[in-house]
């Protein structure tokens, strides 16, 4: 056919417009196999080709790249109109080196956008931690400091499948798994040369890996911690922490942030009482070391198994105490969902799970739960023949490529945790400064509504001490007899002290009663009118996560002692949340019609 069809091309393309014509079907022709041959070019005209090979390189390097490179691949007369003719072997090598020199120029110019965009972050992040420290801020020290690498976290029951699931995700058995707790430990696992275990002291010491931050929760945690450098697994650019599995005990386990709920003292959240509630079952404040990976994390995988669905109160305790406010990189997870030996018993499972979710989670709507299960191990033993029967008993071909399927997306959603880090240390900034800034706002207006109440006593004994003076001044001037003057003076002291006696103790009413929670409440009212008007329920939430904290900073401090908000650092709050923060999303956005990134 081709030799057919060919010197019919070529007899027409001597008459009418003989190059666009040919071209075109040369084009065409391409595409079918059968005419991209080499004795098909080698048969072609040398007058037809010249010419005209910038226009067909064009297309080559276009949309019909791949359809000509067989052909080029084969043909040995194709010149290109160069001097000296390549040959296929370096034309393919070049073609594949530019490509593989333009991904990496591209993939190093985003680094470098993305580690610019952290370093600004940081710098800003950096810039708010002296007032946060003058006002006892709600910001964790050492928060502006990130880990080296991104890193996903993992915790739920024990027995959950979380070893298992971290040893299929690196590709190799780092973990021990088993159906009885196997350890104990926040264990971190990273990429490196060669295998190497470090324990928890070398871990917190490191200042470079950044989990220094852990230091503050005390020795305990610090020796049930340890690092695990592994080389040769697929999460060369990111991090997994494994946590202890959560089980009950008779012990109460409520960590440090339960010990300042509303209807509690002031005396009653001390930092004495709320230390001997957090230790009693590990020894440390297990629900604020969760809390604590939990925001530094990128991905958060929360596992639940078929036996304990939801029923473990640690485990609920934790996903209200400690992963409140984190549900756009957490995922809930029920694995070992190939156990079920019958679809009522996976109901029941998966029924009481969302029973016990919807008891802490303050919505009407559940967020997604990823019902998934691992790939059983197969051997050449009959005890792997069996297990793999067993399982294809228990469940058909359907149910389990969901399940895997389910697997899959969870993975998806672990490997992209590098991808998620702009997002998240961005989002963390935002959440620092919201936290920060309403910290500061509703403490200056206690702190000043508690000034302007001082410095009225202090009026009150001045002009008491003033008309003592006055009096005993005009007596000496008109020569009253020195009895009324030294009256005078006697009755100007004890007035004065007895009013300052009365002063100090009315002020200690008033510092207990706008320390108060209502009073604070009406304090967060007053500073933010527009909001409360308007319900808005980010601002709802952030002042739930700021009034325990705050209130434990006044009163520590004391209002008397309380420092002064100057009104340039609420200004400064206040621009990184309108100016910059709004120019690093945008910096880290993709392209899309609605960006503003070229402004």
């Given at each position: 056919?081709?030799?057919?069809?060919?010197?019919?091309?070529?007899?027409?393309?001597?008459?009418?417009?003989?190059?666009?014509?040919?071209?075109?079907?040369?084009?065409?022709?391409?595409?079918?196999?059968?005419?991209?041959?080499?004795?098909?070019?080698?048969?072609?005209?040398?007058?037809?080709?010249?010419?005209?090979?910038?226009?067909?390189?064009?297309?080559?390097?276009?949309?019909?790249?791949?359809?000509?490179?067989?052909?080029?691949?084969?043909?040995?007369?194709?010149?290109?109109?160069?001097?000296?003719?390549?040959?296929?072997?370096?034309?393919?090598?070049?073609?594949?080196?530019?490509?593989?020199?333009?991904?990496?120029?591209?993939?190093?110019?985003?680094?470098?956008?993305?580690?610019?965009?952290?370093?600004?972050?940081?710098?800003?992040?950096?810039?708010?931690?002296?007032?946060?420290?003058?006002?006892?801020?709600?910001?964790?020290?050492?928060?502006?400091?990130?880990?080296?690498?991104?890193?996903?976290?993992?915790?739920?029951?024990?027995?959950?499948?979380?070893?298992?699931?971290?040893?299929?995700?690196?590709?190799?058995?780092?973990?021990?798994?088993?159906?009885?707790?196997?350890?104990?430990?926040?264990?971190?696992?990273?990429?490196?040369?060669?295998?190497?275990?470090?324990?928890?002291?070398a871990l917190v010491g490191d200042p470079d890996i950044g989990f220094e931050g852990l230091r503050q929760f005390g020795p305990t945690l610090i020796h049930h911690a340890q690092l695990k450098v592994r080389e040769g697994i697929q999460t060369q650019n990111f991090m997994m922490v494994d946590s202890p599995g959560m089980i009950d005990s008779p012990v109460s386990s409520g960590g440090m942030s339960m010990a300042f709920g509303v209807g509690r003292s002031l005396t009653d959240s001390s930092p004495s009482s709320s230390?001997?509630?957090?230790?009693?079952?590990?020894?440390?404040?297990?629900?604020?070391?969760?809390?604590?990976?939990?925001?530094?994390?990128?991905?958060?995988?929360?596992?639940?198994?078929?036996?304990?669905?939801?029923?473990?109160?640690?485990?609920?305790?934790?996903?209200?105490?400690?992963?409140?406010?984190?549900?756009?990189?957490?995922?809930?997870?029920?694995?070992?969902?190939?156990?079920?030996?019958?679809?009522?018993?996976?109901?029941?499972a998966y029924g009481s799970l969302c029973w016990n979710l919807s008891k802490v989670i303050p919505r009407k709507d559940l967020p997604r739960i990823f019902t998934m299960c691992l790939p059983i191990k197969r051997d050449d033993s009959s005890s792997g023949e069996a297990i793999n029967t067993s399982t294809q008993e228990v469940l058909d071909q359907r149910a389990l490529a969901d399940l895997h399927q389910t697997r899959d997306d969870v993975v998806a959603e672990v490997m992209k945790a590098p991808k998620r880090r702009?997002?998240?240390?961005?989002?963390?900034?935002?959440?620092?400064?919201?936290?920060?800034?309403?910290?500061?706002?509703?403490?200056?207006?206690?702190?000043?509504?508690?000034?302007?109440?001082?410095?009225?006593?202090?009026?009150?004994?001045?002009?008491?001490?003033?008309?003592?003076?006055?009096?005993?001044?005009?007596?000496?001037?008109?020569?009253?007899?020195?009895?009324?003057?030294?009256?005078?003076?006697?009755?100007?002291?004890?007035?004065?002290?007895?009013?300052?006696?009365?002063?100090?103790?009315?002020?200690?009413?008033?510092?207990?009663?706008?320390?108060?929670?209502?009073?604070?409440?009406?304090?967060?009212?007053?500073?933010?009118?527009?909001?409360?008007?308007?319900?808005?329920?980010?601002?709802?939430?952030?002042?739930?996560?700021?009034?325990?904290?705050?209130?434990?900073?006044?009163?520590?401090?004391?209002?008397?002692?309380?420092?002064?908000?100057?009104?340039?650092?609420?200004?400064?709050?206040?621009?990184?949340?309108?100016?910059?923060?709004?120019?690093?999303?945008?910096?880290?956005?993709?392209?899309?019609?609605?960006?503003?990134?070229?402004?």
């Open positions: 056919m081709a030799s057919i069809l060919f010197p019919i091309l070529a007899k027409r393309s001597v008459t009418r417009k003989p190059t666009q014509t040919f071209i075109s079907r040369v084009v065409r022709s391409t595409v079918h196999p059968a005419i991209t041959t080499s004795s098909t070019f080698a048969r072609l005209p040398s007058r037809l080709l010249s010419g005209h090979s910038s226009s067909l390189v064009g297309q080559s390097n276009g949309h019909f790249n791949n359809d000509l490179s067989v052909s080029f691949r084969c043909s040995s007369t194709w010149n290109w109109s160069k001097p000296k003719p390549k040959s296929p072997a370096s034309e393919v090598d070049g073609h594949k080196n530019d490509t593989t020199s333009n991904s990496n120029l591209k993939n190093k110019n985003i680094n470098d956008e993305h580690q610019s965009i952290i370093s600004q972050v940081s710098t800003l992040h950096s810039s708010i931690m002296p007032l946060n420290t003058s006002l006892r801020g709600p910001l964790a020290k050492n928060s502006d400091r990130g880990t080296s690498l991104p890193f996903v976290f993992l915790v739920g029951n024990h027995s959950s499948g979380k070893s298992s699931f971290i040893n299929y995700v690196l590709g190799r058995s780092v973990q021990t798994a088993g159906v009885a707790p196997t350890d104990d430990c926040f264990t971190v696992i990273a990429p490196g040369p060669k295998d190497v275990d470090q324990d928890g002291p230390t001997s509630h957090a230790v009693m079952d590990r020894g440390y404040d297990f629900q604020g070391v969760v809390r604590w990976f939990a925001e530094r994390a990128d991905v958060v995988l929360l596992f639940f198994d078929p036996d304990k669905p939801g029923t473990t109160g640690e485990t609920l305790s934790i996903l209200l105490h400690s992963l409140g406010g984190m549900d756009h990189k957490l995922l809930i997870v029920l694995n070992k969902a190939d156990q079920f030996k019958k679809i009522h018993d996976f109901a029941r702009i997002d998240n240390v961005i989002t963390n900034l935002h959440d620092s400064v919201h936290l920060l800034l309403m910290h500061a706002v509703v403490a200056e207006d206690v702190r000043s509504r508690y000034s302007k109440r001082q410095w009225e006593n202090r009026i009150q004994e001045f002009s008491s001490l003033a008309a003592g003076v006055g009096l005993a001044a005009l007596g000496i001037h008109f020569n009253v007899p020195p009895q009324f003057t030294g009256g005078v003076v006697a009755a100007t002291i004890v007035g004065v002290g007895g009013l300052r006696w009365f002063n100090s103790s009315k002020l200690k009413d008033v510092e207990e009663q706008l320390l108060s929670v209502e009073e604070l409440s009406a304090s967060f009212q007053r500073t933010h009118p527009r909001e409360v008007s308007e319900a808005d329920e980010f601002y709802a939430s952030v002042w739930q996560r700021v009034r325990d904290s705050l209130r434990l900073s006044l009163w520590r401090t004391g209002l008397a002692d309380f420092p002064a908000v100057k009104k340039a650092d609420i200004q400064g709050l206040q621009r990184i949340l309108d100016e910059e923060i709004p120019r690093l999303r945008r910096l880290a956005s993709p392209s899309h019609h609605g960006s503003r990134k070229s402004e």
